[in-house]
Each structure stands twice: as structure tokens, then as C-alpha cells.
């Protein structure tokens, strides 16, 4: 375990009050109280931090057309489909990374299997645009992005705009403001402050973007510990609704310092998702017939925790003052 | 090769022209699998300087395993910065501050334009539905130069993209400044039967070079359109024995990239 968030006898953190409301909830909890029907729900997490838990309970509770939005759709996108909670995917690149392809996903798009799949589609740096546009209040983004591809004749949300001061021509997208975004990170203190380190991705952007938040933590830490380090602070919790503490709840994909990726269940991705069946096998075994993360955890035993477990590389504190 | 490890696989000589690619003190954009181990490989023979961006947000990385997406976890821990995506994309790329980027594609026009989003002509049809842009066209726009890597034949090179997902020179000559696109535009394309560059005129692709054993027949066979080929037309370098030490028993030892 990372020793970022414990204390040591020779450097004692200053006591601090604690100010915020705790947000704490179970993902039952949050899930039935933060996602609808027909939302927008944005799960971000590049590679890194990927909100399986959440993406699991909420094929679990069986939410319907939800336009699910991601940079990169992978392997919890193929299982969301393959479920039948989405209706749309707004995405930036479809894969298994390292691996191949998501055939459910495939299937949706090419066969219309099992139903049909809405698709809106943009380069990366377009979609962090429309993040960035939404969390900054502003009704678009300029970029220099998609001049000269066939983007735009397919996707009629990609324009474009004159700089009003030296009138080049600027590529354009809109703000996607997501009714839900959910958001994992190592830890978070019960009002909803939110740490990470190691990838950051766009998890600070759709946190201001959306309207509803879930956080999804490895550890809810004291809110002194978050203060003493408030420059790893990626989430304010004013824009937080609900932490959820939920160990392994990003696994198979990593958490940097936690655990590594387990490639192990990529690999055997490529061979579920290819046969529908199978994949519903997949689901009925690991989603559908277990209660909640900690069943999962226990399924995925100990063993297999054992070996994504990385060695320690602690970072050398830092001094910020005190000021008094 | 007399001795040592046995002759290089077109998967090596491909990643040791890549290598050359890369200029000592480069800002480049790396992507898994081949490209990274051309970088890896640069960064241990010629430039020890160059500085590697993943679109992850990390700058300056320094993986100590064969990293098994742009994500890995290894390319953060001694990496020199950790930045949010967006601010990778608006400062490295469109910033102007990447020397070179590196690309992969499903299918190549002679203009150096790439293909990565859907196999036939109808979009809301797919014949297959490949995986989508992500960075390419950022990449391809904003880089000061990009070489692209993909293995050859009819059905990668041809005559008319299914669709445009990614520009390089357009529709050759001036037409890539007539769009505005900032970058320097696709500098070479290497696959596994030989080595591309560009016309500096019409923007054509041209072969440069063989690789060892392989003839202007054969990639004609692979190319789907009247290829140009330099004259007189050079051979591929192959890697020495001791890259290819460094390549098989330090970067892939588990043949995860150069196995073909």
C-alpha cells in the first residue's frame, strides 16, 4: 500500500476541522440514486482508473438508454452494450488496447446486434474539447482538429468558427455538459475532495462538466490528510455528490500504486466477446450473479490480487510551509 | 549476419527504420507495440536525448518494462511529468512543441492519408468497424513530422480511402497548406517490404528502399495504386547483431512485437 496517506510520528499533519457533510454511499446506493433512465453518463478513466464497479451495478440494476460517453470505449463499454443499458456511445477510439476489438460493440454497430447502437464519434482532443467547454462554462471550443477528414460529414456536431481577430478559420465543438459523470481515483475524504496520482486523464474536466458526480475510491481518507497535500487534489467536493469507497472496484484495468492492469483479462476479453453467448455467461457469472464488489473481490481471490500487487516507489515529501 | 543472433525478421528492420526516425533531442509522440520500440531503441544508440510523450498525459517517460498501452502504469513512475490529456493535446500538439508522431493505419492513400475508422464506403453500414481516430488526426495535423508504420498490401494501400479519418498531404502538391494544417505532414511511411518518403513537390509517395530480399515486383503486387520508385533505388539497412541483442533480449524478450 502506497504510504501517501499515513501519518509518521516525526512529521505530524496539523489538526484540522472537518467542515464537509460526509457523502458517503454505498454503490448501491449511488447508483440507484444518481443514474436514471435516458441519461447522459460520462466514465472516464484513461487506462487508468476505469470505473468497472460503477459500470457493473449499473448494468446490475438494469438502467436503460443511457448515452455513454468515453475517449476510449473498451472493454466495460462492450459489456454495457452487450447488457442493454445504452442506446448511444460518444466515443474517441473503440478497443481492447493492446488486444483487438469489442465485438459487442462491433456486432452493434456492423449487424445491429442485438439492437441497434447510436454512435457520435470524435477524435480524442475533440471530445476533452467538449469536456473543457462544459466545465469552463463556455458554449464551444476552438481547436485546430478535423480540417481535411471525413469527421464532419459524419458527425454534424463537428464546425466551424472565424477567429474574431484574425479571422483563420478554427475547427469547433460543442460543450457536453453529462448528467452523471463517475469518476474513480485512489482516495477521496468523505466530502468528496478527490486524489489522484499517476494518469489524471479528463477525470478533473467531466467532474466539472456533469451534473451529477460519483467518486469511486480505493480508501475514503480523514480530511487532513487531503489537506496536507492539496496540489494532488483533482476534485473539489463541491462538485461532488456521492463517494463510494470501493477497493478493486477499477479492476481489471490499474490503479496506479494499488494494482496493475490484469492483462490476463483482457486477453480472455478478446475470446468472451466474440461469442455472445459466452459474454452472457460473463455476465450472469460476474455481474448479474453477484450482489455487490465485494463478491467480486472474493471471486477474484487472493492470488490474483497477489500477482497485480506493484512494489513500492514512494515519492520524497514535500514542505509546504507552515504559515502561522 | 554471420554470427550472432540469425537474420533479422522484417518486424526488426522495420523497427530499426523507425529508430532512425527519431533525432536526438526530439519531442516525440509514442504509440505501442513497433513505435515504441523504435523509440526505446533510439533512445539507447543515437539519441539518449529525445524526450517521449505518450497521449496519456505523460512527458518524458522512461519505461522499465515493454509498456502494454499508451496508459501503462510504468510509464508514469520515473516519468518527468504527469499533465491532464486535454493539456497534452493543446500545449505538446497544438502547441507546436512535437518534433515527431508516429501512426499506425488500417489503410494508406499515396498522400500519406490514413484510415482507421470503417472498412467500406457506407458509414452507417460497416463492412468491419475499426476502432476510430483517437489521436491520429491531432498527431497528423500538429507534428512537426510523422512517419507512419503498417504492414503492406493491396488491401492497406490503395487507390481511395473508405473514409478520411486522419490527413497527411491531402490531395498532394499545395492542397494540405490550402486547409491549414499547421504541422510538417507525414515525413515517411515504413512497412514491412520497404521505406517511403515523400515528393517534395507533388506530395506522392515514393519508395526509397527495399528491405533485404525483397523486390520492386513484390511491393508492387502489395501497392494498389502505379507506385512511383526512386532511381536508383536503395536498400534497406538492417540491424546489426548487437541492436538485435538489444532488441530481443532487453526491449521484447517475450517476441510480444517482433514475432512476424
Same mark, same amino acid.
Given at each position: ?31 440507484n ?6 441519461d ?96 469552463s ?5 476552438p ?13 454534424p ?22 448528467d ?17 496520482w ?21 480508501? !475514503? ?33 490499474? !490503479? ?11 486477453l480472455?476479453?478478446?475470446?468472451? *466477446?466474440?461469442?455472445?453467448?459466452e ?40 514542505d ?5 | 549476419?554471420?554470427s550472432?543472433?540469425g ?17 536526438d ?72 512543441? *512535437? ?120 511491393v ?41
Amino acid at each position: 500500500m502506497p504510504a501517501g496517506g499515513r501519518r509518521s510520528d516525526d512529521n505530524p499533519v496539523p489538526e484540522v476541522p472537518t467542515l464537509s457533510e460526509s457523502k458517503v454511499l454505498t454503490m448501491r446506493e449511488a447508483v440507484n440514486r444518481f443514474v436514471r433512465d435516458g441519461d447522459t453518463v460520462v466514465l472516464e478513466g484513461f487506462t487508468h482508473l476505469i470505473p468497472f464497479a460503477a459500470g457493473q451495478e449499473i448494468i446490475r440494476q438494469r438502467r436503460r438508454d443511457l448515452a455513454l460517453v468515453r475517449l476510449t470505449p473498451d472493454l466495460l463499454m462492450d459489456q454495457m452494450v452487450a447488457a442493454g443499458t445504452a442506446r448511444k456511445l460518444i466515443f474517441g477510439w473503440l478497443g481492447n488496447p493492446g488486444v483487438g476489438s469489442l465485438h459487442a460493440v462491433r456486432r452493434a454497430v456492423e449487424r445491429g446486434y442485438p439492437g441497434p447502437l447510436e454512435i457520435e464519434e470524435y477524435s480524442h482532443f475533440g471530445l476533452l474539447c467538449r469536456y473543457k467547454a462544459a466545465a469552463s462554462g463556455l458554449p464551444f471550443f476552438p481547436l485546430r482538429g478535423y480540417r481535411g477528414t471525413d469527421l464532419p460529414r459524419v458527425n454534424p456536431h463537428l464546425k466551424q468558427v472565424a477567429c474574431p481577430f484574425t479571422g483563420e478559420t478554427l475547427d469547433a465543438v460543442s460543450a457536453l455538459h453529462p448528467d452523471v459523470a463517475i469518476v474513480n481515483a485512489q482516495r477521496a475524504d468523505a466530502g468528496g475532495n478527490t486524489q489522484i496520482w499517476g494518469l489524471v486523464g479528463a477525470q478533473r474536466e467531466v467532474a466539472f462538466a456533469a451534473r451529477r458526480v460519483i467518486v469511486v475510491v480505493e480508501e !475514503v481518507v480523514p480530511e487532513d490528510v487531503v489537506r496536507a497535500d492539496p496540489n494532488r487534489t483533482q476534485i473539489p467536493s463541491v462538485v461532488v455528490d456521492a463517494v463510494v469507497e470501493e477497493p478493486w472496484s477499477a479492476h481489471p484495468s490499474f !490503479v496506479q500504486g494499488y494494482y496493475d492492469r490484469d492483462n490476463a483479462a483482457y486477453l480472455a476479453w478478446d475470446r468472451i *466477446t466474440r461469442d455472445p453467448a459466452e459474454l452472457e455467461r460473463y455476465l450472469d457469472e460476474w455481474v448479474h450473479g453477484l450482489p455487490d464488489r465485494a463478491a467480486y473481490r472474493a471471486r477474484l481471490g487472493n492470488e490474483t490480487r497477489d500477482r497485480l500487487r506493484p512494489g513500492p516507489r514512494l515519492a520524497g515529501p514535500v514542505d509546504y510551509g507552515d504559515y502561522r | 549476419m554471420t554470427s550472432g543472433p540469425g537474420a533479422p525478421t522484417r518486424a526488426e528492420i522495420m523497427v530499426f527504420a523507425a529508430c532512425r526516425e527519431v533525432r536526438d533531442g526530439d519531442c516525440v509522440f509514442v504509440g505501442v507495440g513497433l513505435p515504441n520500440l523504435a523509440v526505446q531503441l533510439a533512445l539507447r544508440l543515437h539519441a539518449p536525448r529525445c524526450h517521449l510523450i505518450y497521449e496519456s498525459g505523460v512527458f518524458g517517460a522512461r519505461p522499465v518494462r515493454l509498456p502494454i498501452s499508451i496508459g501503462d502504469p510504468c510509464l508514469v513512475s520515473g516519468a518527468a511529468q504527469v499533465l491532464p490529456m486535454a493539456e497534452t493535446f493543446l500545449y505538446f500538439l497544438q502547441g507546436g512543441r *512535437t518534433d515527431l508522431g508516429f501512426l499506425g493505419a488500417a489503410q494508406i492513400d499515396r498522400y500519406g492519408n490514413l484510415n482507421t475508422t470503417v472498412v467500406g464506403r457506407d458509414y452507417d453500414h460497416p463492412r468491419v468497424r475499426l476502432p476510430g481516430a483517437g489521436g491520429a488526426p491531432d498527431i497528423a495535423l500538429n507534428a512537426h513530422r510523422t512517419v507512419v508504420i503498417a504492414r503492406q498490401d493491396r488491401r492497406k494501400f490503395v487507390e481511395r480511402l473508405d473514409f478520411r479519418t486522419t490527413v497527411g498531404w491531402a490531395e498532394g502538391g499545395t492542397s494540405r497548406e490550402a486547409i491549414g494544417a499547421p504541422g510538417g505532414g507525414p515525413s515517411r511511411v515504413i512497412t514491412d517490404l520497404g521505406v517511403y518518403g515523400f515528393d517534395a513537390e507533388t506530395r506522392e509517395m515514393t519508395l526509397e528502399s527495399v528491405h533485404p530480399g525483397v523486390t520492386l515486383e513484390q511491393v508492387r503486387e502489395a501497392t494498389g495504386w502505379d507506385l512511383k520508385a526512386g532511381s536508383p533505388l536503395g536498400t534497406t539497412e538492417a540491424p546489426d547483431a548487437a541492436m538485435l541483442r538489444l532488441l530481443r533480449e532487453e526491449l521484447d524478450p517475450d517476441r510480444i512485437y517482433l514475432k512476424g
